[in-house]
């Protein structure tokens, strides 16, 4: 942690995720009723990259209102277990677990920062540990994330990864066509939200949020100084949101720059593995 990270980020960091949880539910982007209609929220390339989870065990870290927890359970995972923060979000995934009829045997959301989470699950270890796209740049200490993750994956299993890809940080916010941000630049960034991601127009009051850019090469380091192997980096030219004003959205849902415009990674994703032995 840089001297930077104020020492309120996280209080502030969960008021601010508390305060999203009734618009997000809400919302068109997540889409709480088609999901309940069974709709699928992961992305295709994430599916393909995990594989067959048919049976195995997940923790699911930094989960939210829970429905790519949830949807790894109906895509054949034995057991789900959500974390997050927010007690807002973990009430929220909870309800719709149930309004789904998946048992608390089945997916379980369990309250706790990402830093203690192998606290709040004493004990356990996870076929499958599974971070979803913007968790990242919410934590200050990328290695001490590594090393709690890690110790949660279960000999033979593997950790992915799926997150925006921190270039697009250092692009400006209207075209993204120049750099105008320091990519290895590491330091707190400290901003007022007025609204949320799904609906940047709607207010929810004004609140004091902290972010970090985390370069891909101190993802994949601390990853491997925590004892896991990396299989795989893939970078994606899609986004899920119109991060740029120049971007159009695809048939497939996905947001991108238009077409003839320099390729720029947008999103990437990865896995890292415990050996057995």
Same mark, same amino acid.
């Given at each position: 942690?840089?001297?930077?990270?104020?020492?309120?980020?996280?209080? !502030?960091?969960?008021?601010?995720?508390?305060?999203?949880?009734? @618009?997000?539910?809400?919302?068109?982007?997540?889409?709480?009723?088609?999901?309940?209609?069974?709709?699928?929220?992961?992305?295709?390339?994430?599916? !393909?990259?995990?594989?067959?989870?048919?049976?195995?065990?997940?923790?699911?870290l930094?989960?939210?209102?829970?429905?790519?927890?949830?949807?790894? !359970?109906?895509?054949?995972?034995?057991?789900?277990?959500?974390?997050?923060?927010?007690?807002?979000?973990?009430?929220?995934?909870?309800?719709?677990?149930?309004?789904?009829?998946?048992?608390?045997?089945?997916?379980?959301f369990? $309250?706790?920062?990402?830093?203690?989470?192998?606290?709040?699950?004493?004990?356990?270890?996870?076929?499958?540990?599974?971070?979803?796209?913007?968790?990242?740049c919410?934590?200050?200490?990328?290695?001490?994330?590594?090393?709690?993750?890690?110790?949660l994956?279960?000999p033979?299993?593997?950790?992915?990864?799926?997150?925006?890809?921190?270039?697009?940080?250092?692009?400006?916010?209207?075209?993204?066509?120049?750099?105008?941000?320091?990519?290895?630049?590491?330091?707190?960034?400290?901003?007022?939200?007025t609204?949320?991601?799904?609906?940047?127009?709607?207010?929810?009051?004004?609140?004091?949020?902290?972010?970090?850019?985390?370069?891909?090469?101190?993802?994949?380091?601390?990853?491997?100084?925590?004892? @896991?192997?990396?299989?795989?980096?893939?970078?994606?030219?899609?986004?899920?949101?119109?991060?740029?004003?120049?971007?159009?959205?695809?048939?497939?849902?996905?947001?991108?720059?238009?077409?003839?415009?320099?390729?720029?990674?947008?999103?990437?994703?990865?896995?890292?593995?415990?050996? $057995?032995?």
């Amino acid at each position: 942690m840089n001297a930077s990270t104020p020492p309120d980020w996280l209080a !502030a960091n969960r008021a601010n995720w508390d305060a999203w949880v009734p @618009l997000h539910v809400a919302s068109d982007f997540y889409d709480l009723e088609g999901f309940k209609a069974g709709e699928d929220a992961l992305r295709d390339f994430e599916r !393909a990259e995990v594989g067959d989870v048919t049976g195995r065990s997940l923790l699911h870290l930094q989960c939210h209102i829970g429905l790519d927890t949830l949807s790894w !359970a109906r895509h054949g995972a034995e057991r789900v277990v959500g974390l997050d923060f927010s007690g807002p979000a973990v009430e929220a995934a909870r309800r719709i677990a149930s309004d789904i009829g998946l048992s608390e045997e089945r997916a379980r959301f369990v $309250r706790a920062d990402v830093y203690d989470a192998a606290r709040a699950v004493p004990g356990e270890a996870f076929d499958i540990v599974y971070t979803g796209v913007g968790a990242l740049c919410w934590l200050p200490d990328l290695r001490r994330w590594a090393e709690v993750a890690a110790s949660l994956v279960a000999p033979g299993g593997f950790l992915y990864l799926a997150e925006f890809h921190p270039f697009t940080d250092i692009l400006d916010d209207e075209t993204g066509s120049r750099v105008t941000r320091d990519y290895f630049g590491r330091e707190a960034h400290v901003y007022e939200a007025t609204g949320s991601y799904v609906d940047p127009h709607t207010r929810t009051g004004n609140h004091r949020v902290v972010e970090w850019r985390h370069p891909i090469g101190d993802v994949v380091s601390a990853l491997a100084e925590a004892g @896991l192997r990396l299989e795989f980096l893939h970078e994606h030219d899609v986004s899920l949101f119109p991060r740029f004003g120049s971007f159009h959205r695809g048939e497939d849902g996905y947001y991108r720059f238009p077409e003839g415009a320099p390729g720029i990674p947008l999103m990437y994703s990865l896995r890292a593995s415990r050996p $057995r032995v």
